[in-house]
T-cell receptor, first 116, second 114 residues
Framework: DTGVSQDPRHKITKRGQNVTFRCDPISEHNRLYWYRQTLGQGPEFLTYFQNEAQLEKSRLLSDRFSAERPKGSFSTLEIQRTEQGDSAMYLC??????????????FGPGTRLTVL | AQTVTQSQPEMSVQEAETVTLSCTYDTSENNYYLFWYKQPPSRQMILVIRQEAYKQQNATENRFSVNFQKAAKSFSLKISDSQLGDTAMYFCAFLFTSGSRLTFGEGTQLTVNP
């Protein structure tokens, strides 16, 4: 069990550029979540997948944001036409959905995005 | 919608002493889970402890224990024998049993002093 991994760990971009982040969940975890965390705040939910299906999206996820999880394994989060307000830590988490087990989410190290 | 409130933005404790972090929440649901996560500086979020709402017994994990008061909607974390490595931001979080999204509080920055 190697844990949840995210790439890149840091990304600096200019306003208006597109960026893409990747998350690899814990193997065999069928649920994958994306959160956004701004400095000094708790994470806020963006979206989640069960296997390859995107089942819920927050109102925080504007049209410039898109997430995918092809084949139910890794996931990507793309932000188009970045704005300075997009600067934040983007956290990925995964869990194993099972009626017998609590749906505990395990987090990755995050990708820190800075939009200049 | 549920809310989670952590009323202590910062706390400090001397090494080896005990400290309690507070968390209250608001929900009309009866089935849910509560969590405490720890986020050390520049490091990833780590699960500290979890509590199922249907269980009356308070959860414990080594030096960490909770005081879960369902009627009062209170979920505090007690850290015994504090260690320097406990220095971190601590987040309380709520999850519906049938849900998916964690709702986090604002966090409490805990500093353990030598």
């Amino acid at each position: 069990d190697t844990g949840v991994s995210q790439d890149p760990r840091h990304k600096i971009t200019k306003r208006g550029q597109n960026v893409t982040f990747r998350c690899d969940p814990i193997s065999e975890h069928n649920r994958l979540y994306w959160y956004r965390q701004t400095l000094g705040q708790g994470p806020e939910f963006l979206t989640y997948f069960q296997n390859e299906a995107q089942l819920e999206k927050s109102r925080l996820l504007s049209d410039r944001f898109s997430a995918e999880r092809p084949k139910g394994s890794f996931s990507t989060l793309e932000i188009q036409r970045t704005e300075q307000g997009d600067s934040a830590m983007y956290l990925c988490a995964s869990s194993l959905s099972n009626r017998a087990n609590t749906d505990t989410q395990y987090f990755g190290p995050g990708t820190r995005l800075t939009v200049l | 919608a549920q809310t989670v409130t952590q009323s202590q933005p910062e706390m400090s404790v001397q090494e080896a002493e005990t400290v309690t972090l507070s968390c209250t929440y608001d929900t009309s649901e009866n089935n849910y889970y509560l969590f405490w996560y720890k986020q050390p500086p520049s490091r990833q979020m780590i699960l500290v402890i979890r509590q199922e709402a249907y269980k009356q017994q308070n959860a414990t994990e080594n030096r960490f224990s909770v005081n879960f008061q369902k009627a009062a909607k209170s979920f505090s974390l007690k850290i015994s024998d504090s260690q320097l490595g406990d220095t971190a931001m601590y987040f309380c979080a709520f999850l519906f049993t049938s849900g998916s999204r964690l709702t986090f509080g604002e966090g409490t920055q805990l500093t353990v002093n030598p």
